[in-house]
Structures are given as C-alpha cells and as structure tokens.
C-alpha cells in the first residue's frame, strides 16, 4: 500500500451515464497526477495539479473528461457521456514536487462501461 | 511525439538466472528515468529510479543509463518466480509528467 487511495476500486455504468473517481494522495503530496490504462498499454497521462492548480489539461481525452482538486488535497476525475471505449483502468499518482520526484500509484480504478 | 520503447515480450528466464529488461527513449532532453513493476490486474509499483549515467545496484536489481545511446536497462539478479510481471520503463521530461513504454512481460520458471 503506498497510501494512495482510489475509490472506487470498480465501476460498472452504462453507455450515456457520467462517471466520477476520487483519489487521495499521499498526505505530504502537493503534486497529484491522472493517467489511464488501457490493456497491453503503458499508464497514459491524462492531467495533474500542484496544489490546486491545474497545471496540464491539454492531454485529458476529451471535453467529457475533467478533474478537479478544490482545496489542494483530494482530486476527481470525471467522464461525462461514458462511450465503451472509456472503459480502462484510470490510475491516479501523487509526488512531493520537482521532476525527480517519484510519482506512487494508487490501485486504481477498474471501470466497465456496457 | 515523444516515445518510450519496450520490447513487449515475454521475456522468459530460469529460477536463480539473470533478467535483462530494456528501454530506449526518444527524448534528449529525458531527466529523470524510472522502472515500475506490475502484477497482472494490479498498479505500478515502482522498482528502480536513476538520474545520471551509469549503473544504480539497489538488492538483486541494478538500472543503467546511457544518454548519450538514450538507453535505459533493467539487471534483475538471481530471478524469482514472484519476479514474474510487467515491467514498465518510464521517463520524465522535466515537464513533471511520466512518459510510460507499453512494458516487457518477463516470466520465471522454477
């Protein structure tokens, strides 16, 4: 456990319906990262914050896709519209600051769209 | 694009043999370098971090970097079965995001 936490741990929803995913970084963490991954597939980033802010949206999928980190410690991931190729692993990483930080993962969250 | 190449296996070894796992990157301007370890159905887990030229030892497993071949290796020494996952390499380009190859599956036998 690195004490990364990600709820849920899966989601099954329906083409159509939204879906929301929360992380919980390591609580010394200012960094929180978003990737997903698909099977066969390396993690592929998505988005991250240093505190609040978010510093790279540009690499979020679409415009159904967003995530928030309102007061610098938790953050959500959430995917308006679900489609089947939604469905993938979303893994969400935190680090202390810097690029030579190491970035630990949580377990991820496993959704299912039918 | 910037790319991160793995050869995606499997990597097959005898229990007690030496793994050789390799990476090679697009991006000169790569800082930080690290391999990750993953269980089928689980999340990364990191392994090794390097930052300079070199080799890096930590327990049975040794990283090297060469920049200048942007080249990044995996040792792991005396191969266990629980040995057995994915390992992924992957490189920050200094813009504080990881750029992930699609990983080598390396499977020991006992």
């Known amino acids: 456990d690195t004490g990364v936490s990600q709820d849920p741990r899966h989601k099954i929803t329906k083409r159509g319906q939204n879906v929301t995913f929360r992380c919980d970084p390591i609580s010394e963490h200012n960094r929180l990262y978003w990737y997903r991954q698909t099977l066969g597939q390396g993690p592929e980033f998505l988005t991250y914050f240093q505190n609040e802010a978010q510093l790279e949206k540009s690499r979020l999928l679409s415009d159904r896709f967003s995530a928030e980190r309102p007061k610098g410690s938790f953050s959500t991931l959430e995917i308006q519209r679900t489609e089947q190729g939604d469905s993938a692993m979303y893994l969400c990483?935190?680090?202390?600051?810097?690029?030579?930080?190491?970035?630990?993962f949580g377990a991820g969250t496993r959704l299912s769209v039918l | 694009q910037k790319e991160v190449e793995q050869n995606s296996g499997p990597l097959s070894v005898p229990e007690g043999a030496i793994a050789s796992l390799n990476c090679t990157y697009s991006d000169r301007g790569s800082q930080s370098f690290f391999w990750y370890r993953q269980y089928s159905g689980k999340s990364p887990e990191l392994i090794m971090s390097i930052y300079s030229n070199g080799d890096k030892e930590d327990g049975r497993f040794t990283a090297q970097l060469n920049k200048a071949s942007q080249y990044v290796s995996l040792l792991i020494r005396d191969s266990q079965p629980s040995d057995s996952a994915t390992y992924l390499c992957a490189v920050n380009n200094g813009y504080s995001t990881l750029t992930f190859g699609k990983g080598t599956m390396l499977l020991v036998s006992p």
């Open positions: 990483a935190s680090s202390l600051g810097g690029e030579d930080y190491i970035q630990y």
